[in-house]
């Protein structure tokens, strides 16, 4: 390897080292590789194994490279949930000398998976819609703190289940600019079309591989975005005006925020001169909530969905015991103790690596609903627990580093393989 | 299709003093190639923004054709971004990657069909329309991806600097390309970059801008024979028109030890005593008189038939760098000294203090 090879990292990884970056990315050696199925990108992208955890490579030019990393580190800082810059990766060169392009190393995030990986035969119409509306909270946050992103798709986000939902994380910061004095209306608008038209692109690709379970019309799932990006913009950033007798308005709108996942950090609150109307609008929004409180509560990092999940479970093991005036941390601890650990501890050793503990632990209480409503009866959690590992948990695919045959992503515009296609049957006007 | 016009737009970003784009008054005529083109932060992006609908405009108009679109939001201004998106569907065939944004827009079978076809006979992608995009070239992949744009037929393409990630040669080739393509569709196309080489070789007219100011708007050739200030003078052309303080002197100015013969009006036109004066490198001649600029020779260039002579010059106490075109085979060499002097019909002055042309506009 040439010595003129330049690596900036936010951390010293020595393995980054080992990695074979006097070979072009397309013909690294697969012992190198990772097979991780992955979006559909306009540049050559290949996931890597580096000490124990896989990163995503990408080949581009050194000033997209440096652009891309310093932004995903910037948006890192503004608590917005991306994939995390490894390194940038400049000066390559050949055994003999040719110039190979700059590359951009990010970490995979564990549990966090692409859209095409996310069903086993077929997308389900339940899953696209969860899907979207992740996407849609992720838009509404990166557009807050003046995000514009120029390319929201499906394969440019990951998603890491959460209690039933999915919660998205950015992974292609290329496109995207931060505007300091936020975005305008117009910027919003165009991001919100974009995405419209390319999860549209990405269904109806599944569903020309056979991938999308019949009945889903891609246009209906892809508008949905637009709707929840409204109606999560319009609680998030709007004004109200009331009565000034109408105060419990102020506390409804907060609650009604932290349904949502979101905690209002400052509130702008304006009377009218005469003191008869309030005008109430957020100012500072913050999301993960639910994460926070339990959090603090218990320790747990846990996505929003799960941490609202395992809060419910809580609550009622306060209420089942008596405990709703006791001091909540000592009830937190109790839970936690008795509940949560004891559950997470019995999985056996080699279970327990398929799936966050938070998600095993919502996992099992969806279960034992199931067998209550089947058999009629209250199950308690520790029969639940033994089915639910032998018939749930044990047949799931490991979730932590997903290894599956990598599907046909196009690359472009450098690649440029020619290989004959086989004609399709019929006519392509019957496709367009 | 339709024409494009700024009318005093400006965009004022909150919390700054000074316009990123300053009461931009532009025409781009229906079915013209407009080149946005300057130094990075002169609000050509800006200006393609606003007209895209993504920045507002704070003061001033936008219209496309005779709508005023100032406050209309960007997908029904009839407007299409192009290269936003370069990813291709891998299961889906060409005609479906060219048409399935109608779908999404509603557009009838038979239309699509119509559309797309027409988009692949003027891409040449009409026999790939039964094939998926693995089966094709980069060039043809990328002439998919702007077919998705042809088929929504937009009144106005906008290209944001659409070819800065490409590789020096795939640039040159889809320059040509898209250059090509545009004349064929006759689409109103306004295009930033900041590489004058892409202005000049892709623009019917080039709009240079500089600190959100619109500096000069004209053809390639206008802009390089006839620049309006030294700040368009030193931007466009490579390399560089030479351009320093000269001391004008009866009948023209002094260049080293001769006098360049000027416009009687130059002189006329400034009260100062001296000038900016500009010689683009292929109009400076080596001299075999030893009159004119002495110039020390740093390096020669040599590009085949031609080359470049880079060398120093010292104008009145000062060291000036220049720049002359000279015969590929015989040049003077590096560590010589030679004279130089300009071709008379093809000196530029400037005002010493606004930097504006003093000289009639040369006409080629």
């Known amino acids: 390897?040439?010595?003129?090879?330049?690596?900036?990292?936010?951390?010293?990884?020595?393995?980054?080292?080992?990695?074979?970056?006097?070979?072009?990315?397309?013909?690294?050696?697969?012992?190198?590789?990772?097979?991780?199925?992955?979006?559909?990108?306009?540049?050559?992208?290949?996931?890597?194994?580096?000490?124990?955890?896989?990163?995503?490579?990408?080949?581009?030019?050194?000033?997209?490279?440096?652009?891309?990393?310093?932004?995903?580190?910037?948006?890192?800082?503004?608590?917005?949930?991306?994939?995390?810059?490894?390194?940038?990766?400049?000066?390559?060169?050949?055994?003999?000398?040719?110039?190979?392009?700059?590359?951009?190393?990010?970490?995979?995030?564990?549990?966090?998976?692409?859209?095409?990986?996310?069903?086993?035969?077929?997308?389900?119409?339940?899953?696209?819609?969860?899907?979207?509306?992740?996407?849609?909270?992720?838009?509404?946050?990166?557009?807050?703190?003046?995000?514009?992103?120029?390319?929201?798709?499906?394969?440019?986000?990951?998603?890491?289940?959460?209690?039933?939902?999915?919660?998205?994380?950015?992974?292609?910061?290329?496109?995207?600019?931060?505007?300091?004095?936020?975005?305008?209306?117009?910027?919003?608008?165009?991001?919100?079309?974009?995405?419209?038209?390319?999860?549209?692109?990405?269904?109806?690709?599944?569903?020309?591989?056979?991938?999308?379970?019949?009945?889903?019309?891609?246009?209906?799932?892809?508008?949905?975005?637009?709707?929840?990006?409204?109606?999560?913009?319009?609680?998030?950033?709007?004004?109200?005006?009331?009565?000034?007798?109408?105060?419990?308005?102020?506390?409804?709108?907060?609650?009604?925020?932290?349904?949502?996942?979101?905690?209002?950090?400052?509130?702008?609150?304006?009377?009218?001169?005469?003191?008869?109307?309030?005008?109430?609008?957020?100012?500072?929004?913050?999301?993960?909530?639910?994460?926070?409180?339990?959090?603090?509560l218990t320790g747990l990092d846990a996505g929003e969905n799960q941490a609202r999940r395992l809060l419910n479970d809580h609550d009622s093991f306060a209420a089942r015991r008596g405990l709703e005036d006791a001091d909540e941390e000592q009830v937190a601890h109790q839970w936690l103790s008795t509940v949560f650990e004891p559950v997470i501890r019995s999985i056996p050793r080699e279970l327990r690596g398929k799936l966050e503990a938070a998600e095993m632990f919502h996992q099992l209480l969806d279960h034992r609903w199931y067998l209550s409503q089947d058999q009629n009866r209250d199950i308690p959690l520790a029969e639940a627990l033994t089915s639910y590992v032998d018939n749930v948990l044990r047949h799931r695919r490991d979730e932590a580093t997903i290894i599956e045959p990598p599907t046909g992503a196009i690359t472009l515009p450098t690649a440029a393989q020619l290989e004959e296609d086989e004609p399709q049957p019929g006519s392509w006007r019957d496709k367009v | 299709m339709a024409s494009v016009t700024f009318d005093k737009a400006t965009r004022l970003y909150p919390g700054s003093t000074r316009p990123a784009v300053d009461s931009l008054d532009l025409d781009v005529a229906d079915g013209e190639f407009l080149v946005l083109v300057g130094p990075s932060g002169c609000g050509k992006s800006t200006s393609l923004r606003m007209l895209a609908g993504l920045e507002e405009v704070n003061d001033g108009a936008i219209r496309i054709g005779e709508r005023d679109v100032t406050d209309v939001p960007p997908k029904d201004r009839d407007i299409a971004m192009v290269f936003q998106n370069y990813a291709l569907y891998p299961h889906m065939t060409v005609a479906e990657n060219m048409g399935f944004a109608l779908k999404i827009a509603g557009v009838g079978k038979e239309e699509r069909a119509t559309r797309v076809l027409e988009a692949a006979k003027l891409l040449d992608l009409e026999p790939y329309l039964d094939r998926k995009p693995k089966a094709l070239s980069g060039g043809q992949r990328q002439r998919v991806a702007m077919g998705r744009a042809i088929v929504r037929q937009p009144q106005v393409f906008l290209m944001d600097e659409p070819l800065s990630n490409l590789d020096a040669k795939l640039r040159v080739q889809t320059r040509t390309q898209i250059a090509s393509l545009q004349r064929r569709l006759g689409v109103t196309t306004v295009y930033v970059t900041?590489?004058?080489?892409?202005?000049?070789?892709?623009?019917?007219?080039?709009?240079?801008?500089?600190?959100?100011?619109?500096?000069?708007?004209?053809?390639?050739?206008?802009?390089?024979?006839?620049?309006?200030?030294?700040?368009?003078?030193?931007?466009?052309?490579?390399?560089?028109?030479?351009?320093?303080?000269?001391?004008?002197?009866?009948?023209?100015?002094?260049?080293?030890?001769?006098?360049?013969?000027?416009?009687?009006?130059?002189?006329?036109?400034?009260?100062?005593?001296?000038?900016?004066?500009?010689?683009?490198?292929?109009?400076?001649?080596?001299?075999?008189?030893?009159?004119?600029?002495?110039?020390?020779?740093?390096?020669?260039?040599?590009?085949?038939?031609?080359?470049?002579?880079?060398?120093?010059?010292?104008?009145?106490?000062?060291?000036?760098?220049?720049?002359?075109?000279?015969?590929?085979?015989?040049?003077?060499?590096?560590?010589?000294?030679?004279?130089?002097?300009?071709?008379?019909?093809?000196?530029?002055?400037?005002?010493?203090?606004?930097?504006?042309?003093?000289?009639?506009?040369?006409?080629?």
């Open chain 1, 1 to 296: 390897m040439p010595a003129s090879l330049n690596i900036t990292a936010a951390k010293v990884e020595p393995a980054l080292l080992d990695l074979p970056w006097s070979a072009p990315l397309d013909s690294w050696p697969d012992e190198t590789i990772a097979a991780l199925p992955k979006g559909i990108s306009r540049h050559l992208v290949r996931f890597a194994n580096l000490s124990g955890y896989v990163v995503a490579i990408k080949e581009t030019n050194e000033e997209m490279a440096r652009r891309e990393y310093e932004m995903l580190r910037t948006l890192q800082r503004l608590d917005i949930p991306c994939v995390e810059p490894v390194a940038v990766i400049t000066n390559r060169h050949t055994e003999d000398g040719a110039v190979l392009q700059s590359a951009l190393v990010t970490r995979h995030l564990k549990f966090s998976m692409p859209y095409r990986a996310l069903y086993s035969r077929s997308m389900r119409p339940d899953t696209a819609v969860r899907l979207v509306d992740a996407l849609a909270v992720l838009m509404v946050r990166l557009h807050i703190v003046g995000f514009f992103w120029g390319d929201v798709s499906l394969s440019n986000t990951l998603f890491r289940r959460d209690a039933g939902a999915f919660a998205a994380y950015l992974v292609d910061a290329e496109t995207g600019q931060l505007y300091q004095g936020g975005l305008s209306n117009g910027q919003r608008e165009n991001d919100l079309e974009i995405a419209r038209v390319n999860i549209a692109g990405e269904l109806f690709d599944l569903e020309a591989g056979g991938r999308l379970e019949e009945g889903i019309d891609p246009v209906e799932v892809s508008n949905g975005i637009v709707e929840q990006y409204r109606m999560l913009w319009k609680e998030l950033t709007s004004a109200e005006t009331f009565a000034s007798n109408e105060r419990w308005r102020i506390s409804q709108r907060v609650e009604r925020l932290n349904r949502l996942g979101f905690d209002i950090e400052e509130l702008a609150i304006k009377t009218d001169e005469g003191g008869t109307t309030v005008r109430i609008q957020p100012k500072v929004v913050d999301a993960g909530h639910h994460s926070r409180r339990l959090l603090r």
């Open chain 2, 194 to 364: 900041h590489d004058q080489t892409e202005a000049l070789t892709m623009g019917d007219r080039i709009a240079v801008l500089k600190d959100g100011i619109l500096q000069q708007v004209g053809t390639p050739r206008d802009l390089y024979e006839s620049p309006a200030n030294v700040f368009v003078a030193g931007f466009i052309g490579s390399p560089a028109m030479n351009l320093f303080v000269a001391d004008l002197t009866d009948g023209g100015i002094r260049f080293g030890t001769g006098v360049a013969a000027l416009d009687r009006d130059v002189q006329a036109a400034t009260n100062l005593s001296q000038v900016t004066v500009g010689v683009r490198p292929e109009d400076l001649v080596v001299s075999t008189t030893g009159e004119g600029l002495q110039v020390q020779v740093d390096l020669v260039e040599e590009l085949g038939a031609d080359g470049y002579l880079y060398g120093h010059a010292d104008v009145a106490g000062n060291r000036v760098d220049v720049v002359a075109r000279v015969d590929g085979r015989a040049h003077p060499n590096a560590g010589e000294s030679v004279f130089i002097t300009p071709e008379p019909k093809h000196i530029h002055a400037f005002d010493l203090e606004s930097g504006q042309r003093l000289t009639r506009a040369i006409h080629a």
